[in-house]
């Protein structure tokens, strides 16, 4: 059992960073945050800190990650009178559980004020062994696994690239891609993944932000569409397995317009000045099939517009589940009810539309080209 000891008199080490993931030995690194929590449980075999080996056989430890009174962040391991800011642990065992959830490769924990923020660093293709039957089932056909694999790991190397200074590359969930170690793996996953490996997309000699979605809807979308920013290398592309009921993916959800505001208000700061809405307006997209914009009007009859995405995020993205959708108001009882069908934000590959070439016999390299056609499959350098 862990104690906490306050030994305020020993000077606390300077606070450290996790290195960024590099490339050595042609090997990629990733940094995925497990997210910063004030208790961790840790268990593994032989576990080495920072180095040096502290538990012989099995080890179990229940972590603190407090601050004391004077608002210094550290913690101790069990056994230890040695206080930590920053430890990097590793076990010859190459797995260690964190809160009873295995992963492969290190686990780093750096106290912050929050709690410990826990980090684990792996090779990209183990990253991606925990990932793949999360994004897209391994029932699937293995040459849509297999787009998914290449799609996954470009994602994954444009955030590494872009976080350096950040202490971790990527979020294991939809923020980025659902990661879950190694009990998400499965045979069909692996196999997807190594006989992929290294392959990446590339656009003008540079890693491509690979995005991907669950359903487009009958039509895939651009970064600038959908999130109002350009990125170059997007085009919108007809996908022609929607028509079926099963491939539409509609939904609905009916919601009040109180409910809608306390929802906008939650996230946007412009929406706080709306007390009441009185009706809700949709504009289209000028070029594509979703909707841009929400106009709100409030019973002062003040008009505000939130782009589509945003009133999405603000709902809830698993329930209204894309911006493909219509309003069926009632201003006399306050309510809408939200029709729509897709499910995602529509840039990049449909996954279900990965799915439904794969069955019609195209490879991976096809789908992948289909989805990302400004993109080429490239090798990791
Ligand atoms: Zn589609």
New binding site residues.
């Given amino acids: 059992m862990f104690l906490y000891i306050l030994a305020v008199f020993f000077s606390v080490p300077s606070y450290g960073a996790i290195a960024p993931a590099t490339q050595s030995n042609s090997i990629q690194l990733v940094r995925v945050s497990l997210g910063t929590h004030s208790k961790v449980f840790l268990n593994s075999i032989d576990l080495i800190a920072n180095g040096e080996k502290i538990f012989e056989g099995p080890a179990y430890l229940d972590l603190r990650c407090t601050q004391n009174k004077y608002g210094e962040n550290y913690f101790y391991l069990p056994g230890s009178q040695k206080r930590y800011t920053l430890v990097n642990l590793q076990s010859p065992s190459q797995i260690i559980s964190v809160n009873k959830m295995p992963y492969r490769g290190t686990i780093t924990l750096q106290a912050s004020p929050e709690g410990c923020l826990v980090v684990n660093t792996l090779p990209i293709e183990q990253y991606l062994f925990g990932l793949i039957n999360k994004e897209m089932p391994s029932s699937w056909p293995m040459e849509a696994l297999k787009a998914q694999a290449v799609a996954a790991r470009s994602y994954a190397l444009s955030r590494i690239e872009k976080r350096k200074n950040l202490p971790f590359d990527v979020e294991p969930t939809t923020a980025d891609q659902v990661y879950e170690g190694v009990k998400a793996e499965t045979a069909k996953a692996r196999q997807a993944v190594m006989s992929t490996r290294n392959q990446i997309l590339e656009r003008t000699g540079k890693v491509f932000t690979a995005y991907f979605h669950a359903?487009?809807?009958?039509k895939?979308d651009t970064p600038e569409n959908v999130w109002g920013r350009k990125e170059a290398g997007f085009t919108s592309v007809y996908?022609p397995?929607?028509k079926n009921k099963t491939n539409k993916n509609s939904w609905s959800i009916s919601l009040s317009f109180d409910q809608i505001g306390a929802a906008l208000r939650k996230i946007s700061s412009q929406a706080k000045s709306v007390i009441k809405i009185a009706r809700l307006d949709t504009r289209p997209e000028k070029n594509g099939n979703r909707q841009a914009q929400v106009l709100l009007s409030d019973t002062s009859g003040r008009q505000l517009e939130i782009p589509a995405a945003e009133f999405r995020q603000a709902l809830g993205n698993t329930k209204m589940k894309s911006t493909i959708f219509e309003l069926d108001q009632n201003t006399k009882t306050n309510e809408v009810k939200i029709r729509g069908q897709g499910y995602g934000h529509g840039v990049g590959m449909?996954q279900?539309?990965a799915k439904q070439l794969a069955i019609l016999g195209k490879t991976y390299r096809e789908i992948l080209s289909f989805y990302y056609p400004l993109a080429q499959i490239s090798l990791l350098k």
């Fill in positions: 359903n487009c809807g009958g895939t996908c397995f929607h449909c279900i539309g």
